[in-house]
């Protein structure tokens, strides 16, 4: 230790290859600041002299290849430095898919035909696709994170597509959703409400120079048993927008997919097996995959090989970090709270006791900017936002619920009648009908539909993107209208949204 170290701040000096992992506990934060050597958390790179903050439960590991000094300040649940790590196994798939990048680039722009070294015979030319495989807690999300982040510090100017089609987790937008988005700036970590980094709909673009831009469908429950047919249709659909985007950008689809799933994919609950298998198949077929990545499972790796390998795809079996928290259900719902909060208020830090106050407007964030402090990776503004609660008549946003009755129950129905609602159907929901579910539903605001009515068709809504969020705090009956809230003031007339069954109260 050394002596001139503020109180409440400690130094630990990392050995090459080994990582410094903490939990935090709800309601505290914690200051990392690396003081000498290199290091990296999920692959994003620590700028030397630059103090990182943690909060809202944030569990991660700051890890190190070649040596290197941090200085932490706060006070985490957990902390602890680890020797073994599998990032030498991760970084060597790095390599693989680097190359894989390259010869397909090349490929791409024909620099074979034009004097460049060839591929060795059998060698693809084809970018990565990666499907990652496991369960849960496995280190999924965290596997594509440093993945996407490797690639986007090659320094070839790739801007791979990370995909999450684990709607519990919601990516970088809410729960709910299932999104594609190309990253090609390192995603920091800061709190498990943003994963993946902030998009764009979550605050100003102005505010972030590293915001993303989603491309996002939604399916608006947490757990693919709810609807698999549903889930499936759109994964295919974000699929062939993911190779409509990619089809015209070489760079891009060089660049390739990483494609995270949710853990029911690697071990069915509740009798789902057909479905876990055919909504791999759906990942596989949508994303063109071409390598899966199985985490830490001897039983699913083997399965998946039989079922792929003669496929030609490449199936790969990687260790599990020692270090990946066990997140319980508990958790997993405050995470998705958070999210639910930040996406229409913003977020509020507090830096540890010890280092400048982030809270005080004005004052506090340019306090923290001289004191060189960042939150996932940014300055510290006033990350605050203020949404807007608006009046809207009832016929003035047409609410729709995909394949779930919102009527009155069979029950009700006179005897001998069923009625038949396949999971796809859309279903018009009225406000006023007891038992609509709308209070304090999140709703998915959609893409406007084709705008020649000729061009429409009966289930265009499943294939309208997500544009934004509201939610449903009040409804009055008698005056035909609800309170709705809004991330801005703009009109809602007209819009069309989604139900799921997604609450949120403040
Ligand atoms: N090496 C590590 N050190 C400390 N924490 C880690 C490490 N790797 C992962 N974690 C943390 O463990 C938790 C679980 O990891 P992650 O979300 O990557 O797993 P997952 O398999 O995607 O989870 P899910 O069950 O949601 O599919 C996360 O909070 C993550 O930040």
């Known amino acids: 230790m050394t002596e001139a170290l503020a109180a409440g701040t400690r130094e630990w000096v990392l050995s090459p290859e080994s990582e ?53 300040t706060g006070q985490p649940s957990t902390e602890y430095i680890s020797e073994e790590t599998p990032m030498a196994a991760y970084a060597n798939l790095h390599i693989a898919f680097e190359q894989m990048r390259i010869r397909s680039l090349d490929q791409m722009k024909g620099n074979y035909t034009a004097g460049g070294t060839p591929p060795h015979h059998g060698e693809s030319t084809e970018p990565p696709r990666v499907l990652i495989l496991g369960p849960e807690n496995s280190g999924k999300t965290s596997i594509a994170k440093l993945l996407v982040n490797y690639a986007t510090r090659a320094g070839q100017d790739w801007a791979p597509m990370l995909v999450n089609v684990d709607p519990g987790e919601g990516g970088c937008m809410i729960a709910g959703t299932i999104s594609a988005t190309p990253v090609s700036a390192p995603l920091q970590t800061s709190t498990p409400a943003h994963t993946l980094g902030n998009s764009v709909t979550s605050a100003p673009a102005h505010m972030m120079s590293n915001a993303l831009v989603p491309l996002a469908y939604w399916y608006g429950h947490t757990e693919t048993r709810r609807n698999p047919l549903l889930l499936d249709r759109l994964i295919r659909n974000l699929g062939e927008n993911v190779w409509d985007r990619l089809a015209e950008d070489p760079q891009a689809r060089a660049s390739g997919t990483i494609v995270d799933t949710p853990s029911s994919f690697a071990a069915s609950t509740g009798g789902g097996e057909n479905h876990r298998q055919s909504l791999i198949k759906a ?92 939150v996932a990776g940014e300055q510290p503004g006033d990350f605050s936002l203020a949404p807007a609660s608006q009046v809207v008549a009832f016929g003035d946003l047409q609410i729709w619920r995909i394949g779930e009755e919102t009527m009155a129950p069979s029950s009700a129905l006179p005897i001998g009648a069923t009625r038949v609602v396949s999971e796809m159907q859309p279903l018009a929901v009225d406000p006023a009908q007891a038992g609509a579910g709308l209070y304090n539903a999140v709703l998915a605001l959609l893409a406007p539909p084709h705008a020649d009515e000729s061009e429409r068709y009966d289930e265009e809504i499943l294939d309208l993107h997500v544009v934004g969020f509201i939610v449903i705090m009040s409804i009055d009956v008698a005056n035909k209208r609800m309170t709705v809230l809004a991330p801005s003031q703009g009109s809602l007339a007209g819009r069309t949204a989604i139900v799921g069954s997604l609450e949120w109260q403040d």
């Open 20 to 72: 410094y992992r903490f939990e935090l506990e709800q309601g505290t934060s914690l200051a990392i600041k690396l003081v000498q050597g290199h290091a990296e958390i999920f692959g994003a790179e620590l700028v030397d002299g630059k103090i990182y903050l943690f909060y809202e439960e944030c569990k991660a590991a700051v890890f190190t290849w070649q040596g290197c000094t941090i200085q932490v």
């Open 283 to 374: 990942c596989v077929d949508a994303f063109r995959i071409n390598v899966i990545l199985v985490v830490g499972h001897e039983k699913l790796y083997v399965e998946t090989q039989r079922a792929y390998a003669a496929r030609g795809l490449t199936v790969v079996k990687i260790p599990k970090s020692g270090g990946v928290v066990e997140l319980d259900a508990l958790f997993r719902a405050r995470a998705r709270r958070a999210q639910i909060r930040s996406y229409f208020y913003g977020e509020r830090v507090e830096a540890p006791r010890g280092l400048p106050s982030l809270g005080a407007p004005g004052a506090g964030p340019a306090a923290a900017a001289q004191a060189n402090m960042l």
